[in-house]
């Protein structure tokens, strides 16, 4: 056996032992996909913003109108659904592709290490709801969502990583941003996971679709 054969040898074992212990099926299509749901919801809310005559979270933090929050509520609602099932269907395809299980030990620990951070943002975000302090609920959701990502990239590809830096520095900007929440919401769960999707998918993906 000669040494391109040891390397090749190595590879392969490296490989398997990821496999092992990582969910290597994140699809960047489906943090792409995610990342256009989120800007059209971010448009949707800017236009209702805008046609109260304001576009930013101020007046709807002093003015604590329900039926507004409501309809904020909604659409970040269907930005969430939208964007999970981008991320599902995007997963589960190329895990077909790949002949790998798509809910297994390891995706079940991507899972629990991501949901602690996030129920716990939830419930925190009830909490700013409950007291009308709207302005603090688009950084506690990116900071949180960072969190998430940072805590669950143990056991996925590291690159999700810094996009959890990524989420939290921004979720912290915004906090000195206060009444420009939207802006920041869209730059972080719309922009921030286009670019890494498509970092994704050119990294790990394209060679396959090629």
Not at 122 to 135: E, S
Not at 148 to 165: E, F, M, P, Q
Not at 184 to 198: D, N, Q, R, S
Request: charged residues 15%.
């Amino acid at each position: 056996m000669n040494e391109q054969q040891h390397l090749e040898t190595l590879t392969d074992i490296k490989r398997i032992m990821e496999r092992s212990t990582r969910f290597m099926s994140l699809s960047g299509l489906g943090g792409i996909g995610a990342g256009i749901s989120a800007l059209v919801g971010a448009y949707f809310a800017w236009n209702i913003l805008e046609a109260r005559g304001s576009s930013s979270y101020d007046g709807v933090a002093r003015g604590g109108e329900s039926l507004l929050v409501i309809r904020l509520l909604m659409i970040a609602a269907a930005v969430l659904v939208a964007a999970l099932g981008a991320g599902f269907y995007f997963t589960w395809r190329k895990a077909q592709r790949a002949g790998l299980p798509v809910w297994d030990v390891v995706a079940r620990k991507v899972f629990i290490n991501l949901m602690i951070p996030l129920a716990a943002g939830g419930l925190f975000i009830f909490g700013l709801l409950y007291n009308d302090q709207l302005a603090l609920i688009a950084p506690s959701c990116l900071v949180f969502y960072g969190l998430g990502l940072v805590n669950a990239s143990k056991y996925t590809v590291t690159d999700i990583r810094y996009l959890g830096y990524a989420e939290i520095l921004l979720g912290i900007l915004a906090l000195f941003n206060l009444y420009h929440g939207l802006l920041f919401w869209a730059l972080g769960f719309g922009v921030m996971h286009i670019i890494y999707g498509a970092l994704m998918w050119w990294k790990y993906e394209r060679v396959t679709a090629e």
